[in-house]
């Protein structure tokens, strides 16, 4: 049975604007950014943002027929994977980061559920840049109305288990929106992923 709403909680400026600037600027200019392409209906397309995969060694992490490339933890992810920690209260082994250059960029309707992926831990995701519009439909379409949640610059979203298994969540285009995003999706890949 699908939950009534999915488990998010929601800390808007949890890191704060100066500070949050300064970690969107050494972000954009330090991350080795790629534009990766994945395999959807067996086509390949380029995808509409770019990303990062960073990890402890051997947490690799698999979708859509892409196998990321573990890049090394950086100074300033290193610091803020343990900030994030300390709010969440367990550690994180993993970071996918994704950099929406306007609001052309997006992410289709997903759920968070690959196998390597621990499903009893939350996916912690930090936003930073301007604000865009997480959507989530619950995959059983008639189960639970949509919900939509703004998430502005230095806002911290833990989505909590059994989220991942019963919603799915999407970043839509807005074409209005003129500046980058980064989204900081840090999560636990179970051993040998």
């Known amino acids: 049975m699908t939950p009534d709403r999915p488990r998010l909680r ?3 400026g949890w890191v704060a604007g100066p500070e949050a600037d300064r970690w969107l ?6 991350v080795t950014w790629k534009q990766e392409h994945i395999t959807v209906y067996g086509r390949r397309h380029a995808m509409p943002r770019l990303t990062c995969w960073m990890a402890d060694s051997g947490c690799g992490y698999r ?17 803020i994977r343990r900030r994030v920690a300390a709010t969440a209260g367990r550690s994180f082994n993993s970071l996918l980061l994704n950099l929406y250059r306007d609001g052309r960029d997006a992410m289709g309707w997903h759920a968070d559920d690959e196998p390597e992926l621990d499903a009893g831990a939350p996916i912690a995701s930090l936003s930073l840049g301007a604000s865009r519009t997480l959507r989530f ?3 059983q379409r008639d189960a639970a109305p949509s919900e939509a ?10 989505m909590d288990p059994p ?17 980058p995003r980064v989204n900081l999706t840090f999560r636990v890949v179970t051993a040998g992923g």
């Open 137 to 139: 439909r619950p995959r």
């Open 10 to 12: 929601h800390l808007p």
């Open 163 to 179: 989220t991942q298994q019963h919603w799915q969540h999407g970043l839509p285009r807005r074409v209005k929106v003129t500046g």
């Open 63 to 79: 979708y859509s027929g892409l196998e990321n490339r573990i890049e090394p933890w950086a100074p300033l992810v290193e610091t």
């Open 149 to 158: 949640m703004e998430l502005g610059h230095g806002d911290l979203l833990f």
């Open 25 to 30: 600027r050494r972000l954009l200019e330090e």
